[in-house]
């Protein structure tokens, strides 16, 4: 079973581009803010205040948009356990027909918050991330 983590999205007037939809500088902010809200509410607090997260990487697929009153589902969920410092998330934005329009994977690296310095992401951090296969 997959773990996801869901929150929804609608645009404001400033996230219209002018081809009348979102603009993908949006849905990457998107994809940040889905990482930042699943860190926050499934973290441990005491990694929370210990660690921070960096991007190091986005790979993203645009299959569709929505317009100004349209709304997404953001859906996150991390599929592998970390590599060293590297620890890679799934986004998905399904549209209200059910269809996911937008899909990316996204690297993150974590550092030590008081050092600023990049190190490995332990398991116990990981673990209530992880997807569990059944």
Same mark, same amino acid.
């Given at each position: ?8 999205? %609608?645009?404001?007037? #400033? ?27 499934? #973290? ?25 009153? +349209? ?34 994977? %996204? %690297? ?5 918050? +008081? ?10 951090? #990981? ?5 569990? %296969?059944?």
């Amino acid at each position: 079973m997959i773990k996801k983590f869901t929150l929804p999205f %609608s645009p404001t007037p #400033a996230d219209i581009d002018e081809l009348g939809h979102v603009n993908n500088a949006v849905w990457v902010r998107w994809i940040q803010d889905m990482a930042t809200a699943h860190w926050t509410a499934v #973290a441990n607090p005491a990694h929370i205040t210990a660690y921070i997260w960096m991007v190091t990487r986005h790979e993203i697929d645009y299959r569709g948009n929505i317009a100004l009153g +349209e709304e997404v589902i953001g859906q996150t969920w991390i599929e592998k356990p970390p590599r060293g410092a590297r620890f890679d998330r799934r986004v998905d934005f399904v549209n209200m027909d059910g269809k996911v329009i937008i899909s990316a994977n %996204s %690297s993150w690296a974590m550092l030590n918050r +008081e050092t600023g310095r990049l190190m490995r992401v332990p398991m116990d951090v #990981a673990a209530p991330f992880l997807s569990i %296969s059944s």
